[in-house]
Structures are given as structure tokens and as C-alpha cells.
């Protein structure tokens, strides 16, 4: 048996052993599950504004025991624990033996080891069973690839009346539309390519948890989704009521896309047998492509997003990029009831050279609509203007310079 080649890590607070990555990734390049121990530094920033979501949650709901069931090195737990306010414990799991036995060593390097308990298992078994006795109050599935399989009984471990549950997924091809036949058979809609398929994936991952959710008895309120390299995540507030659930059958629904014109609609899936026609752009009649059924509802809460704020400001030991892109997330949060828009893609649908983002939104803020970045694309804008005005000012615009 190889002797694993570890190296020292920080994060946040946490100082922390894993299997080298350089040394472990020289060939491939990036970390792979065939890792002694995974531990992806590139999801740094997401572990930044997890922390600050988490501490965020606990002003609204005190938690007392919290799961992350595959854990790897234990850093995610580890800094939650550290770097978040309250005494609350938690219970980790990983079926490596490996992984199991680095991340005791880390909690005994952050004394943490009164807090935390590690289980050698199958999550999903684990899920159930360490959770009969006593509910957890915030489970963190993050996989490699998709969380669907761990769903269900994550959902199940959590505390009957309210819980905080986050998901990541890093299968893109079949959340972004390489294979939508695979996002069908995982996620419960189809995936399509678009300018917006990251917006997509990351409802296709909320529509998922809503239907299982309400298998349970249960109804979800999204406080704040990341979509970034090579992952989309979401949190969400669980709580056990049907009849909340049964009012949320409506924010299911269908994005409808023409790749030639550019326009797009949602539609409820409640109102889909009676879907007025598409209405394309001039008198084009290209193919329009669907993706869903998926979460057409709100993807952030105002109150949760200005808590979280609030948490970052009073310091913490994050990355740059933590600040900018919870500061997006804010700016967009009210204009999320249609796909973002790619400028950059919108003119090269109609061989356009692109104005700045900026100069397009000032003439839109100016035309009464309302507009933001959004942290999805760097080239993108979210608006409640029609994309026949958003195409129209850019040729303006244009046409103007």
C-alpha cells in the first residue's frame, strides 16, 4: 500500500492536511476523485461563502448538529466549526478509510475534537441511521458530480419542521446541455445549450429538490444560489409543510429559447397546456429549444442575502472574490423571474460588435426599466426590459457611437 504524499493547507482559519494536489494532479492537471484524499483548492471561494451563509442562517434558526456527508479532508465542517458563531456540533462522513483517518487528525490539529464526530460509510446509509436519534439542522451535500442520488436521504436526516440544506453539483455537461437525455434521468428535466445554461443547470438542480422536498411533506425557499468554474450550488431553507409546497406547484415550469432570434420565455408548468405560441423576433421562425421542467421561482431572499452582507463585513478571512461576488448576488436578486442576458452573445446571434455592459445599462436604467450584473457572466445583465428593447438599444447604441 503507497504511503500518501500530504501537504499543509489554510483556509479561512483551518490549517489542515490533504493529499497534495501538485503532486497528485501533475498528470491530469486538476483533482480527481482517484485522489488519496480529495481536496479541490479551487473550491476555495465556494467554502468562503458557505461559511458566511452558514453564520448567516443561524441568525435566523440556532443550529445544534450539522452533517457534511462526504467530507473528504473534513476542511468545510472543520472551518464551519471555526469560523462560525455557536457551539453547535457536527457529525461527518466519508466511505475512504483514508479520508477518515487525515480528517481526525485535522480536528486534532484545530481542537476540534469535541465537536465533531467522524463515521467511516455509505452517506446515504449514514444519512438515515446517525440521524434517528437526534435531526440534523444543516446538511452540506457536496459530491463529486451530482447530489441527486444523496437527496432523498439527506432530506430525511433533517430536522421535521426546518432545516438550512446546501447542494453542489459539478456535472455540467449534463446540466449545461451536452447531455440533456442524462439531465432528464437525474435531475427530472432536460438541460439545453443556451447563452444562459448556467442559469439553467442551476434550476434544473433547484426543481430536483423542490420534487423531493414534496415527497416528504416538505416546501423549499431559496435564500442564494453560486454559480462559478465548474459547479453551480444552491441553499436552501427546508421546512415540513404541504401546503406551502402544494402553492410552489407553480414555480415549476419550462424556459422556452430560439437560438436564432434570441427571445425567451417562461412558462409555469401549470399553464403549459394552454402556453400562448412563442413569440419570436421580427419574422424569424427559427427551432425554439425548451429546458425543464425545472425552478422557474425567486433564486435568492432579499432578508437572508442583506444578513449575510452583514456577516462578511464584520471580517472573516476570505478570498477578494468572496466580497465581489456576494456583492452581485445582491444587485441581481430581484430580476431573476427570466434568464440573465449575454450581451456578447446576443450580438454575435445578430453580428453585432459589443457595446460596454455598462453604456447598455444606463440607456436601459434611463428608459425606466430596471437592470444589474449578475454573477453568473462577466458579459451578462439581468433586466425586466423585453431582449427586443435590450437588441434594439444596443443598435442604438451602436448606431449612436
Same mark, same amino acid.
Given at each position: 500500500?503507497?504511503?500518501?504524499?500530504?501537504?499543509?493547507?489554510?483556509?479561512?482559519?483551518?490549517?489542515?492536511?490533504?493529499?497534495?494536489?501538485?503532486?497528485?494532479?501533475?498528470?491530469?492537471?486538476?483533482?480527481?476523485?482517484?485522489?488519496?484524499?480529495?481536496?479541490?483548492?479551487?473550491?476555495?471561494?465556494?467554502?468562503?461563502?458557505?461559511?458566511?451563509?452558514?453564520?448567516?442562517?443561524?441568525?435566523?434558526?440556532?443550529?445544534?448538529?450539522?452533517?457534511?456527508?462526504?467530507?473528504?479532508?473534513? +476542511?468545510?465542517? =472543520?472551518?464551519?466549526?471555526? $469560523?462560525?458563531?455557536? #457551539? %453547535?456540533?457536527? /457529525?461527518?462522513?466519508?466511505?475512504? @478509510?483514508?479520508?477518515?483517518?487525515?480528517?481526525?487528525?485535522?480536528?486534532?490539529?484545530?481542537?476540534?475534537?469535541?465537536?465533531?464526530?467522524?463515521?467511516?460509510?455509505?452517506?446515504? +446509509?449514514?444519512? =438515515?441511521?446517525?440521524?434517528? $436519534?437526534?435531526?440534523? #439542522? %444543516?446538511?452540506? /451535500?457536496?459530491?463529486?458530480?451530482? @447530489?441527486?442520488?444523496?437527496?432523498?436521504?439527506?432530506?430525511?436526516?433533517?430536522?421535521?419542521?426546518?432545516?438550512?440544506?446546501?447542494?453542489?453539483?459539478?456535472?455540467?455537461?449534463?446540466?449545461?446541455?451536452?447531455?440533456?437525455?442524462?439531465?432528464?434521468?437525474?435531475?427530472?428535466?432536460?438541460?439545453?445549450?443556451?447563452?444562459?445554461?448556467?442559469?439553467?443547470?442551476?434550476?434544473?438542480?433547484?426543481?430536483?429538490?423542490?420534487?423531493?422536498?414534496?415527497?416528504?411533506?416538505?416546501?423549499?425557499?431559496?435564500?442564494?444560489?453560486?454559480?462559478?468554474?465548474?459547479?453551480?450550488?444552491?441553499?436552501?431553507?427546508?421546512?415540513?409543510?404541504?401546503?406551502?409546497?402544494?402553492?410552489?406547484?407553480?414555480?415549476?415550469?419550462?424556459?422556452?429559447?430560439?437560438?436564432?432570434?434570441?427571445?425567451?420565455?417562461?412558462?409555469?408548468?401549470?399553464?403549459?397546456?394552454?402556453?400562448?405560441?412563442?413569440?419570436?423576433?421580427?419574422?424569424?421562425?427559427?427551432?425554439?429549444?425548451?429546458?425543464?421542467?425545472?425552478?422557474?421561482?425567486?433564486?435568492?431572499?432579499?432578508?437572508?442575502?442583506?444578513?449575510?452582507?452583514?456577516?462578511?463585513?464584520?471580517?472573516?478571512?476570505?478570498?477578494?472574490?468572496?466580497?465581489?461576488?456576494?456583492?452581485?448576488?445582491?444587485?441581481?436578486?430581484?430580476?431573476?423571474?427570466?434568464?440573465?442576458?449575454?450581451?456578447?452573445?446576443?450580438?454575435?446571434?445578430?453580428?453585432?460588435?459589443?457595446?460596454?455592459?455598462?453604456?447598455?445599462?444606463?440607456?436601459?436604467?434611463?428608459?425606466?426599466?430596471?437592470?444589474?450584473?449578475?454573477?453568473?457572466?462577466?458579459?451578462?445583465?439581468?433586466?425586466?426590459?423585453?431582449?427586443?428593447?435590450?437588441?434594439?438599444?444596443?443598435?442604438?447604441?451602436?448606431?449612436?457611437?
Amino acid at each position: 500500500m503507497k504511503m500518501t504524499v500530504l501537504k499543509e493547507y489554510t483556509e479561512g482559519l483551518v490549517t489542515f492536511l490533504s493529499a497534495d494536489v501538485d503532486h497528485y494532479t501533475a498528470e491530469k492537471g486538476q483533482p480527481t476523485t482517484s485522489m488519496p484524499v480529495f481536496y479541490n483548492p479551487r473550491m476555495h471561494l465556494n467554502r468562503d461563502i458557505s461559511v458566511i451563509f452558514t453564520a448567516a442562517y443561524q441568525e435566523r434558526r440556532q443550529m445544534d448538529l450539522i452533517c457534511e456527508p462526504l467530507a473528504g479532508s473534513g +476542511v468545510r465542517t =472543520l472551518r464551519y466549526l471555526k $469560523e462560525c458563531p455557536g #457551539d %453547535f456540533e457536527a /457529525v461527518i462522513f466519508d466511505a475512504n @478509510p483514508t479520508a477518515i483517518e487525515i480528517a481526525r487528525e485535522n480536528a486534532k490539529l484545530n481542537n476540534l475534537t469535541d465537536r465533531v464526530r467522524i463515521v467511516r460509510g455509505d452517506a446515504k +446509509v449514514l444519512l =438515515l441511521n446517525e440521524s434517528r $436519534e437526534r435531526r440534523f #439542522d %444543516f446538511v452540506d /451535500v457536496d459530491p463529486f458530480g451530482t @447530489p441527486a442520488p444523496f437527496l432523498n436521504p439527506a432530506i430525511q436526516s433533517m430536522h421535521p419542521h426546518q432545516g438550512l440544506l446546501a447542494l453542489t453539483a459539478t456535472d455540467m455537461p449534463a446540466l449545461c446541455g451536452v447531455y440533456p437525455h442524462v439531465a432528464q434521468r437525474k435531475y427530472g428535466g432536460r438541460s439545453m445549450r443556451s447563452p444562459f445554461t448556467h442559469e439553467t443547470a442551476v434550476r434544473l438542480l433547484m426543481g430536483l429538490a423542490f420534487v423531493t422536498a414534496g415527497m416528504n411533506d416538505c416546501s423549499i425557499e431559496p435564500l442564494a444560489v453560486l454559480s462559478t468554474d465548474h459547479y453551480v450550488r444552491v441553499w436552501l431553507d427546508l421546512k415540513a409543510s404541504r401546503s406551502i409546497a402544494n402553492a410552489q406547484s407553480k414555480m415549476m415550469g419550462f424556459v422556452r429559447y430560439c437560438p436564432s432570434c434570441f427571445n425567451i420565455d417562461v412558462v409555469p408548468l401549470p399553464e403549459m397546456e394552454r402556453a400562448p405560441p412563442f413569440e419570436h423576433i421580427g419574422d424569424c421562425s427559427g427551432r425554439v429549444k425548451m429546458a425543464g421542467p425545472l425552478w422557474i421561482g425567486p433564486l435568492f431572499d432579499r432578508e437572508f442575502l442583506a444578513t449575510a452582507k452583514k456577516v462578511e463585513t464584520q471580517g472573516g478571512q476570505y478570498q477578494k472574490r468572496t466580497r465581489a461576488m456576494l456583492n452581485l448576488m445582491i444587485q441581481e436578486q430581484d430580476l431573476t423571474e427570466r434568464p440573465y442576458i449575454d450581451l456578447h452573445a446576443l450580438c454575435d446571434t445578430y453580428g453585432l460588435t459589443p457595446p460596454r455592459r455598462q453604456d447598455i445599462m444606463d440607456v436601459l436604467s434611463e428608459k425606466g426599466f430596471s437592470v444589474s450584473r449578475t454573477h453568473f457572466r462577466p458579459t451578462a445583465i439581468r433586466t425586466d426590459a423585453p431582449v427586443e428593447t435590450i437588441l434594439r438599444t444596443v443598435n442604438e447604441h451602436i448606431g449612436a457611437g
